[in-house]
């Protein structure tokens, strides 16, 4: 019963919130009892409760009660995990991983990246579900995981989060980097005790070994990390690599180490769409405990594309600005200021796109009224007018289906229904499409 009532509700919810979005925060929650006008719903950790808590509660609660036919209150409960692996001292037999041994080398993890605090979409989903397949059968079929994009798209992230679990789970873990694994070699070798050195790194459950680039041109260190890579394999030992190219790509790498770097699974981190930069800001602004309106998240996650680091900074930089300045509340006026100097290279940051200069330069287009846009009128040029505000509040703004009625004082339902209506339109209908582009330059001269 419980179930079934949020599957209803979920099928709902993917309407009024984006595709990312309810991936990334709905998509893996269950309906878990409902008794006394109080409903459960079971989500896969803590930090997502709190995510929805902050961010959907309002909307859910809303749902659930439209289905259920009166007023709930809405709970989130964190889902029991599987009990972590029993400890042995021994090495198992036939080829699995599940050799466990008391005692974690961690080498320099950072105990802050986690999968609780990783944001996946679009842009990692895959990378991020191949970490997670590797925590549950090690040593199996991606074997090695190799994962590559460009600077802060979130390899490393991903790489202390596997390493993370893992130790929490009883693995044994050696997470370093290839500059810190080339310096212990080299320094292995000096001291003659380079037999200890393959020991430290053959005998582990986990090896993961962040900016594997760094090797290129070392041939000795390649060499020897060949040897310690064919002796974790034969014994099911998981390997992860990053790097900020492919393996072939990386110049001067003997053929024998780029050939085992593939076999395994390579998978690809490309910078954040502008949905999960959006989720990745608002999960930052959750944990900074810092209310900040959605317009302001959006104007971020548009500036700044490159990297998951430079959104991060980004909205640092809003936050401390709010604080040292003694501002009351974070709003664009004081992002602007806060955002105003960009560093070199970057074109000066626009004007906010706001809702109404969206709704007014329309209205001027069409020569109407705002408030007619707003209104009940139901004639030709009204209703083209309001279907050409819901489209570029899509598109320009990337608001959701709920926020956009919100603003035009109609349901979701009837928002989707017009969205879809001129999205057709503009495949046959070059007048409008024109329209629509002129538009949009007006807006952004405005």
């Given at each position: 019963?419980?179930?079934?009532?949020?599957?209803?509700?979920?099928?709902?919810?993917?309407?009024?919130?984006?595709?990312?979005?309810f991936?990334?925060?709905?998509?893996?929650?269950?309906?878990?009892?409902?008794?006394?006008d109080?409903?459960?719903?079971?989500?896969?950790?803590?930090?997502?409760?709190?995510?929805?808590?902050?961010?959907?509660?309002?909307?859910?609660?809303?749902t659930?009660?439209?289905?259920i036919?009166?007023?709930?209150?809405?709970?989130?409960?964190v889902?029991?995990?599987?009990?972590?692996p029993?400890?042995s001292?021994?090495?198992?037999?036939?080829?699995?991983?599940?050799?466990?041994?008391?005692g974690?080398?961690?080498?320099?993890?950072?105990?802050?990246?986690?999968?609780?605090s990783?944001?996946?979409?679009?842009?990692?989903?895959?990378?991020?579900?191949a970490?997670?397949?590797?925590?549950?059968?090690?040593?199996?079929?991606?074997?090695?995981?190799f994962?590559?994009?460009?600077?802060?798209?979130?390899?490393?992230?991903?790489?202390?989060?596997?390493?993370?679990?893992?130790?929490?789970?009883?693995?044994?873990?050696?997470?370093?980097t290839a500059?810190?694994?080339?310096?212990?070699?080299v320094?292995?070798?000096?001291?003659?005790?380079?037999?200890?050195?393959?020991?430290?790194?053959?005998?582990?459950?986990?090896?993961?070994?962040?900016?594997?680039?760094?090797?290129?041109?070392?041939?000795?260190?390649?060499?020897?990390?060949?040897?310690?890579?064919?002796?974790?394999?034969?014994?099911?030992?998981?390997?992860?690599?990053?790097?900020?190219?492919?393996?072939?790509?990386?110049?001067?790498?003997?053929?024998?180490?780029?050939?085992?770097?593939?076999?395994g699974?390579?998978?690809?981190?490309?910078?954040?769409?502008?949905?999960?930069?959006?989720?990745?800001?608002?999960?930052?602004?959750?944990?900074?405990?810092?209310?900040?309106?959605?317009?302001?998240?959006?104007?971020?996650?548009?500036q700044?594309?490159?990297?998951?680091?430079e959104?991060?900074?980004?909205l640092?930089?809003?936050?401390?600005?709010?604080k040292?300045?003694?501002?009351?509340?974070?709003?664009?006026?004081?992002a602007?200021?806060?955002?105003?100097?960009?560093?070199?290279?970057?074109?000066?940051?626009?004007?906010?796109?706001?809702?109404?200069?969206?709704?007014?330069?329309?209205?001027?287009?069409?020569?109407?009224?705002?408030?007619?846009?707003?209104?009940?009128?139901r004639?030709?040029?009204?209703a083209?007018?309001?279907?050409?505000v819901?489209?570029?509040?899509?598109?320009?703004?990337?608001?959701?289906l709920s926020?956009?009625?919100?603003?035009?004082?109609?349901?979701?339902?009837t928002?989707?229904?017009?969205?879809?209506?001129?999205?057709?339109?503009?495949?046959?209908?070059?007048?409008?499409?024109?329209s629509?582009e002129?538009?949009?330059r007006?807006?952004?001269?405005?």
């Amino acid at each position: 019963m419980p179930q079934k009532i949020w599957q209803r509700a979920l099928e709902q919810l993917q309407l009024q919130i984006s595709k990312p979005n309810f991936d990334t925060w709905l998509k893996d929650t269950k309906g878990i009892s409902f008794e006394q006008d109080s409903f459960v719903v079971g989500v896969p950790n803590a930090f997502v409760a709190e995510w929805l808590r902050e961010r959907l509660s309002s909307l859910i609660k809303r749902t659930l009660s439209n289905i259920i036919g009166r007023a709930v209150n809405v709970q989130f409960t964190v889902l029991s995990t599987d009990p972590a692996p029993s400890v042995s001292q021994t090495y198992a037999d036939g080829g699995t991983s599940t050799k466990l041994l008391p005692g974690t080398k961690s080498g320099h993890l950072k105990t802050f990246y986690t999968f609780e605090s990783f944001v996946p979409g679009e842009c990692n989903r895959i990378a991020y579900a191949a970490a997670l397949e590797v925590l549950e059968s090690p040593g199996g079929k991606y074997n090695p995981l190799f994962i590559y994009g460009e600077t802060g798209t979130g390899k490393t992230h991903l790489l202390h989060a596997i390493a993370n679990t893992a130790r929490s789970k009883g693995y044994r873990v050696i997470c370093t980097t290839a500059e810190q694994f080339t310096n212990q070699y080299v320094l292995a070798l000096k001291k003659n005790s380079i037999d200890e050195f393959h020991d430290h790194f053959r005998n582990t459950d986990f090896l993961l070994i962040d900016d594997v680039q760094f090797l290129s041109g070392k041939t000795q260190t390649q060499e020897c990390l060949v040897h310690i890579f064919n002796d974790l394999y034969s014994n099911s030992g998981q390997m992860v690599m990053t790097s900020d190219c492919l393996p072939k790509t990386i110049p001067a790498v003997n053929r024998k180490l780029s050939s085992r770097l593939v076999g395994g699974l390579v998978v690809h981190l490309s910078p954040p769409d502008f949905e999960t930069s959006v989720a990745i800001l608002e999960a930052k602004a959750v944990t900074s405990n810092a209310v900040i309106p959605d317009e302001v998240l959006r104007f971020v996650a548009t500036q700044f594309k490159t990297s998951v680091r430079e959104l991060e900074g980004a909205l640092n930089r809003v936050v401390t600005h709010a604080k040292l300045s003694g501002a009351s509340k974070i709003d664009m006026g004081l992002a602007l200021q806060a955002l105003a100097d960009i560093g070199e290279g970057r074109s000066p940051i626009p004007a906010a796109l706001t809702p109404k200069l969206v709704i007014d330069t329309v209205a001027g287009y069409y020569g109407i009224s705002p408030d007619v846009i707003l209104g009940k009128q139901r004639d030709k040029q009204a209703a083209l007018a309001r279907q050409v505000v819901i489209y570029l509040l899509r598109q320009e703004k990337h608001y959701s289906l709920s926020e956009i009625g919100s603003l035009l004082n109609r349901d979701h339902s009837t928002i989707l229904h017009n969205f879809r209506r001129i999205s057709q339109s503009l495949k046959t209908d070059t007048d409008l499409s024109q329209s629509i582009e002129q538009l949009r330059r007006q807006l952004r001269r405005q």
